[in-house]
C-alpha cells in the first residue's frame, strides 16, 4: 500500500506488514543491549557507519542491528519514500496544505541546473537573486556603500523572526570564524523590546544597515521591530530632513517574497532581495534570507556553503537506501521515536561555533514534524516529532547530562564534532584543548552505551550502599557525526543533511512536514489580546475566567 507521491500518504502506517515486522522485531530487540551487539560483533563500530559529503556518522551506538536497518528500509519502502523523494525535487506540489511546491533544494543548485515550477525554470531566477545579493555585499563590505552622512556601514542588523532569524543567527555564529571583523552583526527578533534596545544601545545610526527578513512581510514581531528601527535610525540621522534626503534607503533593505508589503513599509523594492513561496521560512537560511550570512563571510564563502547543501541533495536524491545519511538519520529518529519509545533527541555539538545549532534545529524538525494528523487529515495513532533541544558540548556535560547518563529517560543523543580545530589553542602540557574536546565527546558516546556495571563500581571499592547511585546501566543510543573542519561547506552539508532526515521522518509519518497551522492560533488570539489590552477602561472581555482574569490584572498593574 505504497502512498502516492505528493497525495495522501497512508493513514494506515501502523497497518503495515513492516511495521508489524518492525513491533515484533523491537520486542525481540527489547532487552538487547548494546554490550551485547559490540561483544558479538568485533567489526560493529567500523561496520555500522555511512560516510559521504564529507560528513562521517557512526551509528554503532543506535539500538540496532542489520536487521532493524533492513526493516526500516522496508518500511521506508512501503511509505513510498523514493517515490516522495522524487517527488520533491520533481517540484510536485507535496505541500498539500498550502498547495505548494517544496523546493528549496533549487536554492542551491548550480546555474545550469534546470527545476521547473508551473512550466518556468527558478534556477535562473534564484542566480539572478543570488548575483544582486553578491554586488550588494561587495559594495557594503568594501565600504563602498555609504550611510546616509557619507560614513560606511559597519554595522549589520537583521530582523526577523523563527525561520527568517534562526537560520542566519546559527549561520553567523557558524561561520564568524570567516567573518568580516570589522564589521558586527547583530540579530533582533523578539518583540520584547529589551532585544531593540540592547542590539542598539551602543550604535551609530549614521553606521548602521537594517536588513528586514520576512517572507510575509506581515509578521508582527518583525514589523513593530522594524518601524522601531525605522524610527531609531530617522531620530539619529535628522528626523524628517532624513528621511525627505532618503536615509531609509541608505540604511534599509528587506527580503521577502512580498514586494507589495516592503513598499508600503517605505523600503524601495530596488533594495529588495526576493525569494518565493515554495521556499518555507526554515528551510530558507540559504535563500536571499541568508544575506547577512553573505554580507558576513562574503559571497564566495555563502557559494561555497551553497555548494556543501547541493552535495548533500544529490547524495540524498542518489544514493541506496542503505548508504543515504538523511535516510539513516531519518529511519533511526523513527525507530528511537516509535519502536523505543523516546521522546526526545539532545543535540550536542563539540563546537562552540555551533553553539545556535540546537536552536536552529528546533524550529527546522518540531515546526516540521510537531503535526498530529495525516496529509489527509486522520488522526494518527503512533507519536511524531520528537523535541530537540541541546547545548554545545561540554557545557551541557556540566548540566543536563547527569539525566541522560541516569535518569529514567531515554534520550537518544547526535554528537557533531569537527576533525580539526578553528581556534588551536595548546594547554600548559602542548597539548591542543581541541584534543580534550574531542575526547570528552567521545567518551560521553562511550559512557552512555556500555555505562558501568555494578561489579565493575564493587571493584573500584566502592561502599555496598553506594553501588546503585554509581552505577550506569548504559544502553543509550547515540550517533555521532564528524566532519573535518567547520567551514561553510560542512555547514551547508550539515543543514541538508538534518532537512532531508525531517523530510524521511515526515514521509514515514504520512504528515506535511511543511505547513506550520498550529502557530495560527496563538497569533490570532494575541491579535485580540492586544487590542483588548489596550482599550481604554473595562472593554468587555469575552475568554474564560482565568484569562479574563489574567488580563485585568495585567492592565491594572501595568502602570501601577
Ligand atoms: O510563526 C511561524 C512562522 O510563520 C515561521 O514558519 C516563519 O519562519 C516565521 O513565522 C517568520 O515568518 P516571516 O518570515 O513571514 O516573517
Given amino acids: 500500500m505504497n502512498a502516492q507521491p505528493g497525495g ?50 557512526d551509528y554503532s551506538k543506535q539500538r540496532v542491528t542489520d536487521d532493524t536497518l533492513r526493516l526500516l528500509g522496508e518500511l521506508a519502502e512501503a ?29 542551491r543548485a548550480p546555474a545550469d541546473a534546470s527545476i521547473e515550477v508551473d512550466g518556468s525554470n527558478v534556477v535562473p531566477k534564484v542566480h539572478a537573486v543570488l548575483d544582486r545579493m553578491a554586488t550588494f555585499s561587495q559594495a557594503v563590505r568594501s565600504g563602498h556603500w555609504k550611510g546616509h552622512t557619507g560614513k560606511r556601514i559597519r554595522n549589520v542588523i ?16 557558524a561561520l564568524r570564524h570567516y567573518s568580516q571583523r570589522d564589521m558586527s552583526f547583530r540579530f533582533v527578533s523578539n518583540v520584547d523590546g529589551t532585544d531593540f534596545v540592547e542590539a542598539t544601545r551602543d550604535l551609530d545610526p549614521a553606521e548602521t544597515l537594517f536588513i528586514v527578513c520576512s517572507k510575509t512581510f506581515t509578521t508582527q514581531e518583525t514589523l ?21 534626503g532618503g536615509a531609509i534607503a541608505k540604511h534599509f533593505v528587506a527580503v521577502s517574497t512580498n514586494a507589495k508589503g516592503v513598499a508600503e513599509f517605505g523600503i524601495d523594492t530596488e533594495h529588495m532581495y526576493g525569494f518565493w513561496d515554495w521556499v518555507g521560512g526554515r528551510y530558507s537560511m540559504d535563500s536571499a534570507i541568508g544575506l547577512s550570512s553573505m554580507l558576513a563571510i562574503g559571497d564566495e564563502q555563502f557559494r561555497a556553503m551553497l555548494a556543501g547543501f547541493h552535495a548533500m541533495d544529490e547524495h540524498f536524491l542518489n544514493a541506496p537506501l542503505a548508504q543515504n545519511l538523511p535516510v539513516i538519520m531519518g529511519l533511526l529518529a523513527v525507530w528511537n521515536t516509535n519502536f523505543l519509545d523516546a521522546s526526545t533527541v539532545a ?58 547518563h541516569q535518569g529514567t529517560r531515554l534520550i537518544p543523543c547526535d554528537f557533531i564534532g569537527f576533525h580539526q580545530p578553528l ?76 532537512e532531508h532526515s525531517v523530510f524521511v521522518q515526515g514521509v514515514i509519518w504520512g504528515i506535511d512536514s511543511f505547513d506550520q497551522w498550529g ?42
Fill in 8 to 57: 495522501p500518504a497512508s493513514p494506515n502506517l501502523t497497518r503495515l506488514s513492516s511495521w508489524h515486522a518492525l513491533e515484533q522485531h523491537a520486542a525481540q530487540m527489547g532487552k538487547a543491549q548494546l554490550r551485547e551487539l559490540f561483544a558479538a560483533d568485533a567489526t560493529r563500530g567500523e561496520r555500522m557507519h555511512a560516510e559521504a559529503v564529507g560528513l562521517y556518522v
Fill in 519 to 560: 502557530v495560527e492560533l496563538g497569533k490570532a488570539l494575541a491579535r485580540r489580546t492586544a487590542a483588548q489590552i489596550a482599550a481604554s477602561g473595562e472593554a468587555e472581555l469575552d475568554h474564560d475566567s482565568s484569562t479574563n482574569a489574567l488580563i485585568r490584572l495585567y492592565r491594572q498593574r501595568r502602570t501601577a
Fill in 158 to 173: 537583521s530582523i526577523g523572526i523563527g525561520g527568517s532569524d534562526l537560520g542566519p543567527v546559527m549561520a553567523y555564529e
Fill in 347 to 404: 543535540v550536542l555539538p563539540y563546537e562552540q561555533y555551533l553553539k545556535r545549532f540546537p536552536a536552529y534545529l528546533q524550529q527546522l524538525t518540531m515546526e516540521s514534524n510537531g503535526k498530529h494528523v495525516t496529509l489527509d487529515g486522520v488522526r494518527v495513532d503512533y507519536n511524531t516529532g520528537p523535541i530537540y533541544w541541546g547545548e554545545p558540548g561540554t557545557n551541557g556535560q556540566h548540566s543536563f547530562y547527569q539525566l541522560i
Fill in 224 to 244: 513593530t521591530n522594524a518601524h522601531a528601527a525605522r524610527r531609531w535610525c530617522l531620530d539619529g540621522l535628522g528626523g524628517a530632513d532624513a528621511e525627505k
Fill in 423 to 498: 581556534n588551536p589553542l595548546l594547554d600548559t602540557h602542548g597539548q591542543d584543548q581541541h584534543d580534550l574536546l574531542i575526547a570528552n565527546l567521545i567518551a560521553q558516546g562511550e559512557a552512555l552505551a556500555f555505562g558501568k556495571t555494578a561489579a565493575e563500581v564493587r571493584a573500584e571499592g566502592t561502599a555496598p550502599a553506594l553501588v546503585p547511585q554509581r552505577r550506569f546501566e548504559g544502553n543509550r543510543p547515540s550517533t555521532t557525526i564528524f566532519a573535518q573542519r567547520l567551514d561553510p561547506y560542512a555547514l551547508g552539508s550539515l543543514v541538508a543533511l538534518y
Fill in 79 to 107: 511509505c513510498g519514500l523514493a517515490e516522495h523523494r522524487a517527488a520533491m525535487f520533481r517540484g510536485d506540489r507535496i505541500n498539500t496544505t498550502e498547495n505548494r511546491p517544496v523546493l528549496h533544494i533549487a536554492l
